[in-house]
């Protein structure tokens, strides 16, 4: 799973990755990738009990993306080549400043919002030309050329009016014509509003400007790059001093599985206790696929319990006990906080 960190220069992106992975901080001029693991409390516990060799957290991979300037056409370039460089990812975190005298967070995402629909129009444009030009040719592929031209007409249209593409598709087959173009305003995004250390409590207002089920958070980066640095008694104090209830980090990491439709499935054992990342929906079989090919190929049953039922009760035994142990076929839909034991035969 791939996100990107983008915005308008000295936003605080960087700072950002660095408080969200814990990594040093790094200001460049390339496109950065860190792996950012995702905080899970479950996995503490679990390590608490079964004493295993090594925990493996679920991962996200992180880009964090030099900053856009938009004011003059060389700026404006420079965006767009980075732009191309980050159509393949998943989705989008924009980070908005907020700190600093002249800091306005929703004029800045307005900004970054529109340049996005532009990129996008400029591609469907020249897709929309050339279609054009092609339709007047005899192909054997002309009829599937009229129905891309049909949606791509449509999406020009929305673009123009500033639409995103979200907006106007709508089937899994109109994806499935546009999908190679890697269009921007059709993938989630969440936005990082990063405040002043003394305006966290602040709220913005984002009505009329971002669709109402994307998710924007409030962090102060530095605050919490530093955070990140500390060891968990001191991280304690200093959350309480600043009145920060979530980590940024686990706020972040919760937002990107919430925009991508993510959870997490655990396994656990002497070797090792993990979690793994899959879609919501994922069926039993695709999710021991996750874990190997070999578990896939031969599966047999997933032997399933909740991590919330293990806490409760303590032990394995006390969840079989408690009949609370399932034996769930392929086409199960794994749940959130599910402790699968895949049994399979090769
Ligand atoms: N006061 C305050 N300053 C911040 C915050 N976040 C970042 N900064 C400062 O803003 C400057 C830029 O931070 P970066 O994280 O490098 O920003 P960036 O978006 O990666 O910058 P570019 O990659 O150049 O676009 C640094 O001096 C940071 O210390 C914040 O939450 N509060
Ligand atoms: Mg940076």
């Not at 679920?58 to 993306?65: E, F, G, H, Q, S």
């Not at 069926?283 to 696929?289: E, H, K, P």
Request: proline residues 3%.
């Amino acid at each position: 799973m791939k996100t990107a960190l983008i915005g308008l220069m000295q936003s605080g992106k960087s700072t950002i990755l660095s408080a969200v992975s814990g990594k040093p901080l790094h200001s460049g001029i390339e496109i950065v990738e860190e792996i950012v693991p995702v905080p899970d409390e479950r996995l503490d516990w679990l390590t608490g009990l079964y004493q295993p060799k090594k925990t493996v957290h679920a991962t996200i991979d992180c880009l964090d993306v030099p900053g856009f300037s938009f004011g003059d056409d060389a700026g404006r370039a420079a965006a767009r080549r980075l732009i191309g460089q980050i159509r393949n990812l998943d989705m989008f975190v924009m980070v908005l400043r907020a700190f600093g005298d002249d800091a306005d967070p929703v004029r800045d995402f307005s900004l970054l919002h529109t340049e996005l629909l532009l990129a996008d129009l400029e591609l469907v444009a020249t897709r929309v030309e050339r279609l054009q030009k092609e339709m007047h040719k005899p192909s054997k592929d002309q009829s599937r050329q009229k129905t891309e031209l049909e949606v791509q007409l449509k999406l020009q249209a929305a673009l123009e009016a500033e639409q995103p593409v979200r907006s106007v598709i709508k089937s899994a087959d109109e994806f499935a014509l546009i999908k190679s173009l890697g269009l921007l305003t059709i993938k989630p995004f969440m936005v990082v509003v990063n405040v002043a250390e003394d305006r966290l409590g602040d709220e913005f207002n984002f009505a009329g400007v971002i669709d109402k089920h994307f998710n924007a958070i409030t962090m102060c980066a530095t605050l919490e790059s530093e955070l990140a640095q500390m060891d968990s008694e001191s991280r304690k104090t200093f959350m309480s001093e600043y009145g920060i209830t979530i980590p940024a980090a686990v706020n972040f990491v919760r937002s990107c599985y919430c925009a991508l439709g993510l959870i997490s499935f655990l396994t656990v054992g002497k070797d090792e206790v993990r979690a793994w990342t899959i879609h919501k929906g994922t069926a039993a079989l695709d999710a021991a696929g996750e874990v190997h090919s070999d578990i896939k190929r031969g599966f047999i049953r997933a032997e399933t319990m909740h991590y919330d039922d293990l806490k409760a009760l303590g032990d394995e035994k006390a969840v079989k006990a408690a009949g609370k142990v399932r034996l769930e076929g392929k086409t199960y839909i794994v749940q959130d906080g599910d402790i699968i034991n895949f049994r399979f035969n090769i």
